[in-house]
Nanobody
Framework: QVQLVESGGGLVQSGGSLRLSCAAS????????MGWFRQAPGKEREFVAA????????YYADSVKGRFTISRDSAKNTVYLQMNSLKPEDTAVYYC???????????????????WGQGTQVTVSS
């Protein structure tokens, strides 16, 4: 069993930055693909970014490419999402997720992820 706890959300002005963290419990964290998803009010959950177990492969949604960076520190059992040049449309609850079997291939498919955090709110004001 893996538990994921997100932190780092908050209120920021348009153009600002935030760094989200996701702390994972469990000894096998380093072997999982890790992903970030988000859900805005009235919308479906959408993929944001994912990273392979080694950190060597990353995958981003087109809407955040060039602005967001996903990274991981396996020694700390933590995955990060650095968000720059934030826009009001980035406002959402951000969720961290773990895929036990993704290996070197990060995926954008929510159904591939086995564990989810409870989310952290990010609000970008215009």
């Amino acid at each position: 069993q893996v538990q994921l706890v997100e932190s780092g959300g908050g209120l920021v002005q348009s153009g600002g930055s935030l760094r989200l963290s996701c702390a994972a419990s469990g000894r096998t964290f380093s072997s999982y693909v890790m992903g970030w998803f988000r859900q805005a009010p009235g919308k479906e959950r959408e993929f944001v970014a994912a990273i392979s177990w080694t950190g060597g492969n990353t995958y981003y949604a087109d809407s955040v490419k060039g602005r967001f960076t996903i990274s991981r520190d396996s020694a700390k059992n933590t995955v990060y999402l650095q968000m720059n040049s934030l826009k009001p449309e980035d406002t959402a609850v951000y969720y961290c997720a773990a895929d036990r079997f993704g290996g070197a291939v990060p995926t954008s498919v929510p159904g591939s992820y086995d564990y989810w955090g409870q989310g952290t709110q990010v609000t970008v004001s215009s």
